[in-house]
Nanobody, 119 residues
Framework: QVHLVASGGGFVQAGGSLRLSCAFS????????MEWYRQAPGKQRELLAS???????IHADSVKGRFTISSDNAKNTVYLQMNSLKPEDTANYYC?????????????WGQGTQVTVSS
């Protein structure tokens, strides 16, 4: 069982920055793909960024150039640096760890951290 704890959310004005952290219970980045999602009220959950076990990253078009996923393996933490925030970035943000097992996809979710961007 992998435990994930997300933190770093809060209130920020448009144009500001936040860094979200996702701390996990063991060093898993060499095995799991780490991802950040968000979900705003009344909207579908959106995949924002992925960091795979080889260190490759992918960012959604909606956040490319503004958000960056990274990891610090010594701290067992994955980050989401968010710059140039917009009111439409307001949502609950979640981190996940996922890998393919013989029986299917194994995914662990952290609790969400709320980000509110004021105009």
């Amino acid at each position: 069982q992998v435990h994930l704890v997300a933190s770093g959310g809060g209130f920020v004005q448009a144009g500001g920055s936040l860094r979200l952290s996702c701390a996990f219970s063991e060093n898993i980045t060499s095995v799991y793909t780490m991802e950040w999602y968000r979900q705003a009220p009344g909207k579908q959950r959106e995949l924002l960024a992925s960091l795979n076990s080889r260190g490759s990253t992918i960012h959604a078009d909606s956040v490319k150039g503004r958000f960056t996923i990274s990891s610090d393996n010594a701290k067992n933490t994955v980050y989401l640096q968010m710059n140039s925030l917009k009111p439409e970035d307001t949502a609950n943000y979640y981190c996940t760890a996922a890998r393919t097992r013989s029986y299917g996809l194994e995914t662990f979710w952290g609790q969400g951290t709320q980000v509110t961007v004021s105009s």
